[in-house]
């Protein structure tokens, strides 16, 4: 490989990604594969060290996953997390059974500094736990070098052979001296020196890319938005004039955004890219006539995106490959593997069966949405556009809960847009870099108000903003008083139609970002 590599085995649990995004915070390239993979295609990809990640499934009895034990005699250093602790203690002859009460959530865990992953952690620390299982018995050559008192093998190592194990998540915020463990982990005892770069990802893509095009045509789907924006001037710079930028007016964008993405990317913008706009909103709303579910949703914008690119593909002649930003977190939510789907993404589960393109590229699909800004700011894209607002690429579909139509497309159009207005405003601008993402999402509630001595019977908008440096957690921001009631106000009072505004406190988990 070209990297030193950390292997994720994903057992199907939901913060297998995040593993990756932490070990990568380390300068180390991490990649998630199925835990199916045999220990003979693993000796080949010569990995540092294999993580074994969380999941939903029993380690015993007939919920158990089969994978290949014949891991274990590799003499690759492993970490099991959670399931992947279970895994590794049932696999090597010890003893996992139903734990006498669950644990989920902050939990204060006893260490023993004598463990090598735990020699910078304090004697008592705060850890992120979610099992039903837990390691009644360490297996022959662990020493136990965790507990709390539910769970007397909350972490155990067998040194000798390089074996380690958490009953905790280290890779969540929660865990207060998680990235140390994983450090220790990482660098100690697989003993990684950090070669992973944004810069030599970015040289590489382009090179991966142009090989893979040769001369072939290919059209990128452009949003506008920070990971399509990114994976455009990629293929830019790896295939020159090759590539035809289309974007697509859904009729789902925030205010003005159309004309301002034209702006930049279109005739005499910053690049110098074939551009073509389809105004196609007409062509979505009739789509999405009276669908409510939210997965159909995702399902309907992303087939009417593709169906609107191979039109514009066969404009312009045969095209051989579709360009999209697809990025990690997308995946993950999208459900591989064995994992649960949370949402099914316009550019990953959305997309129909048959499309009309020989293959699909995907640049930045093994990046998080931090990475990407990086890869972005490598490329030299300016400042404010990497650093822009992130947007779904079903758009406002999915900030409007319940049916689509014109009139709701508008008022969510025109409370965000008050909304991103003041909070780019506030503090003198301090506050807005603060935030991983904030945005209005229209409700499907309605209730009665009193506007001018006279009943109104109308919508309630949602205001929603987070913290999160990966979009794999994120907490809500506590917003100051004074700016929500300035918002607020001038919600209620400028956007027809609207006669109560929300704020949505839910972390993620338990929540998502979006509301759909």
């Known amino acids: 490989m070209q990297h030193e590599t950390i292997l994720v085995l994903d057992f199907g649990g939901q913060y297998n990604q995040l593993i990756a995004r932490r070990v990568r915070d380390l300068n180390v390239y991490a990649e998630v594969l199925p835990y199916t993979l045999s220990a003979e295609e693993i000796q080949k990809k010569a990995p540092k060290g294999m993580i074994l990640t969380g999941g939903p499934n029993s380690a015993y009895g007939p919920g158990a996953l089969e994978y290949d034990k014949d891991i274990f005699e590799l003499g690759i250093p492993i970490l099991g997390i959670c399931y992947g602790a279970q895994v590794l203690a049932h696999g090597l002859g010890g003893e996992v059974a139903k734990a006498p009460a669950s644990e989920y959530g902050r939990t204060e865990v006893d260490i023993n500094k004598n463990g090598r992953l735990f020699a910078q952690v304090p004697e008592k620390t705060i850890a992120w736990m979610s099992h039903t299982d837990y390691i009644k018995k360490a297996p022959k050559g662990f020493k136990v070098t965790a507990e709390t008192p ?95 930028c289309v974007f697509v007016d859904h009729g789902l964008l925030r205010k003005n955004e159309a004309d301002e993405v034209e702006a930049v990317f279109g ?27 939210p997965e159909k949703k995702r399902k309907i914008i992303g087939e009417e995106f593709i169906r609107v690119f191979e039109t514009e593909a066969k ?16 995946i993950i939510e999208s459900g591989p593997g064995d994992s649960a789907t949370i949402k099914s993404h316009h550019n990953v589960g959305g997309l129909p069966e ?18 990407v800004r990086k890869a972005g700011m490598e490329l030299g894209i300016p400042k404010h556009l990497v650093m822009r607002q992130p947007f779904p690429g079903p758009g406002l579909g999915i900030r409007i809960i319940g049916d689509i139509t014109e009139e709701k497309v508008e008022i969510v159009q025109e409370a965000d847009a008050i909304y991103r207005e003041e909070v780019a405003a506030y503090d003198g601008g301090k506050l807005a870099p603060t935030l991983g993402q904030y945005f209005a999402a229209l409700t499907n509630v309605r209730s009665v ?11 309630a908008i949602a205001l929603r903003a987070v913290e999160t440096s990966d979009f794999m957690t994120a907490e809500a921001a506590k917003l100051p008083w004074d ?18 505004v929300f704020y ?10 979006e509301f759909e």
């Open 315 to 330: 404009k312009i002649g045969k095209v051989d490959f579709l360009v999209q930003g697809t990025i990690y977190p997308d």
């Open 354 to 371: 048959h499309v009309d393109f020989k293959d699909i590229i995907e640049p930045l699909k093994m990046l998080f949405k931090d990475e």
């Open 483 to 500: 700016l929500i009631e300035k918002v607020t106000t001038r919600i209620v009072n400028e956007v027809p139609h609207v006669n109560r």
């Open 504 to 513: 949505d406190c839910t972390n993620k988990p338990p929540g998502t970002i």
């Open 449 to 459: 108000g009193v506007m001018g001595d006279f009943r109104t019977y109308d919508h």
């Open 150 to 244: 539910i769970c007397p093998v909350a972490a155990m190592e067998d040194v000798s052979r390089g074996f380690y194990a958490t009953q905790f998540h280290p890779e969540v915020m929660h865990t207060k001296e998680g990235i140390k463990i994983l450090r220790s982990f990482v660098k100690d005892v697989c003993g990684c020196s950090g070669d992973w770069h944004m810069g030599s990802f970015v040289e590489n893509a382009i090179e991966t890319v142009r090989e893979k095009v040769g001369s072939g045509k290919v059209l990128c789907a452009l949003s506008g938005g920070v990971d399509s924006s990114v994976s455009a001037v990629i293929l830019s710079k790896a295939v020159g004039k090759q590539l035809t």
């Open 267 to 293: 005739k005499g913008g910053h690049y110098d890219l074939d551009f073509i706009r389809v105004n196609a909103q007409q062509r979505f709303y009739d789509k999405l006539a009276g669908v409510t579910d």
